[in-house]
């Protein structure tokens, strides 16, 4: 459609085709996300073999002390006046090759089937204090050679780095040297405290990152491919891609497949209405809030903070009381006819979503409402001023000045607060817990209802009930990730303030 054809329409064909444009949008964004793959694969490959040049130059043309470093870490540097750091390279590698003989080599053994033999358990009767206590007598916890494989594997990533870095190092060493430029342990010292400083000043987040948010993911994705209901203390074994087919596979009599994708489609359209009216309805305060004559705007905005002000888990759970079987909203509604008999507001389906949404919106309005606020002060007023000499509407102005202005400025954050709806934990499981069921408790994959999201039906699996389903709620997990992961990265991609952002500056 050219421009002139779009500006003969009226209004409202004009909105209809901006919001067919805006779906067409995602649809092609999906399509170019996928076509990119292959591309993305290149670069991917020729970054892997990059290391390989590196070393085969290395070897080529590297004198003999530079491929001994091959075999021992940090041999050149030490026999070319950098102490320090091949005493390091070296060290790193002793103990490497100590941790795999007495732990990582083991471990890596048992990982093909878990542990062949479950660990033996006795009571006895303590000297101190009555009671009986648990001792664990050798055998094999599958538990644990997952963990230590896991730690086995970072570990050996680790010294392939390092070991390439050794050499690298010792190459550019050797070159150095050729020009007459000879290294210094003072110069090794020198650039720790100047030129990478960063580095050692990232190192200890870097390994606490490691060890407390990468280790217990890929932990999470691995136990998604075993049968570990959670309540095994011993041993448990590798199923492969079970856990994933029971959600893709309709042949399931579970009912897996339906409730998946049932519980799919309200998380995505919760997400998309919890995200659009928290932010026009915060942007349109906003704007009534700062507009020019309104009287005792402090006040307004002090009102609109009070439900920041109070934890959010405290004013969820007494709106779920107030909404339980014989709460005040619910003898309301009951007076109105909009539910029936003893059941509560959150047993009817339809009226428990449409509650979830307006009581979020009562929680989330604020926060935009604040960001908008520091937006809008920031417009410049030359713009309006122009506007309404051209003789432009309220209307006009907004569509025309402020929501662009906005939606560029907030474009991140409004993704941020799409992907933090579909986990949006506390909203769902604080106020309805998931209600009404869908009756699927006595399966083993928790007491999902109508109104729990991925997120919530995660954690009814994994820890409520007596049979839990750990590593189905591991994979669906990973499904989690992987729709969070794809929506990001087209929606962010395509958003103005990322392919635009000179236009702001």
């Known amino acids: 459609m050219t421009t002139i054809q779009y500006l003969s329409l009226t209004k409202f064909e004009r909105f209809l085709v901006n919001v067919g444009n805006f779906f067409k949008g995602i649809g092609k964004g999906f399509v170019n996300f996928f076509k990119g793959i292959p591309h993305k694969l290149l670069v991917l490959w020729h970054k892997i073999c990059s290391p390989f040049d590196t070393l085969g130059q290395a070897w080529k043309k590297g004198s003999w002390g530079v491929r001994t470093n091959f075999l021992l ?87 392939v780095v390092l070991w390439f870095f050794s050499i690298r190092d010792a190459k550019s060493l050797q070159d150095n040297i050729y020009v007459g430029r000879y290294a210094k342990d003072s110069q090794f010292f020198h650039d720790i405290v100047d030129s990478k400083y960063h580095t050692l000043l990232l190192a200890v987040p870097i390994v606490g990152l490691v060890g407390f948010t990468v280790i217990p993911v890929i932990f999470m994705i691995i136990t998604g491919f075993t049968n570990y209901s959670g309540t095994q203390f011993y041993l448990f074994d590798w199923v492969g891609f079970d856990n994933y087919a029971g959600f893709f596979s309709n042949t399931n009599s579970s009912g897996l497949f339906t409730i998946f994708f049932k519980v799919l489609a309200w998380t995505l359209l919760w997400a998309l209405i919890a995200t659009f009216t928290n932010y026009f309805l915060g942007m349109v305060v906003a704007l009534l809030i700062n507009k020019k004559g309104i009287k005792l705007k402090k006040l307004w905005r002090t009102v609109l903070i009070l439900t920041i002000a109070v934890p959010q888990f405290v004013s969820l759970l ?188």
């Open 318 to 505: 007494l709106i779920n009381q107030m909404l339980a079987g014989s709460g005040v909203l619910t003898n309301l509604f009951r007076n109105w006819g909009w539910i029936t008999g003893s059941e509560s507001a959150f047993d009817n389906a339809l009226l428990s979503r449409v509650l979830i949404i307006v009581v979020n919106t009562w929680v989330g309005v604020p926060y935009t409402m604040l960001i908008c606020s520091g937006i809008l002060m920031n417009i410049p007023e030359d713009l309006y001023e122009s506007a309404r000499i051209d003789g432009a509407s309220p209307f006009k102005m907004y569509t025309a000045i402020t929501l662009p202005y906005m939606l560029f400025i907030t474009g991140p954050y409004l993704l941020s607060q799409f992907i933090g709806n579909i986990n949006n934990f506390n909203i769902i499981y604080l106020l309805s817990q998931g209600k009404p069921s869908y009756g699927m408790a006595s399966l083993g994959y928790g007491d999902v209802g109508e109104t729990d999201l991925l997120i919530t039906w995660i954690y009814k699996m994994s820890m409520e009930g007596q049979d839990k389903s750990y590593a189905v709620a591991c994979a669906l997990g990973v499904l989690v990730f992987i729709i969070i992961a794809v929506f990001s990265l087209i929606f962010y991609g395509r958003s103005n303030s990322v392919k635009n952002e000179e236009d702001f500056q």
């Open 73 to 159: 870490m940090g041999f050149y540097q030490l026999t070319h006046h950098q102490i320090v750091r091949g005493v390091l390279y070296l060290l790193f590698e002793v103990v490497f090759i100590w941790f795999m003989i007495t732990t990582g080599v083991p471990y890596l053994a048992k990982l093909g089937n878990l542990g062949s033999f479950a660990a033996k358990s006795s009571t006895y009767l303590d000297d101190v204090a009555s009671g009986s206590s648990l001792i664990i007598q050798g055998g094999d916890r599958s538990f644990t050679i997952l963990l230590y494989a896991i730690v086995t594997f970072l570990l050996m990533l680790i010294f």
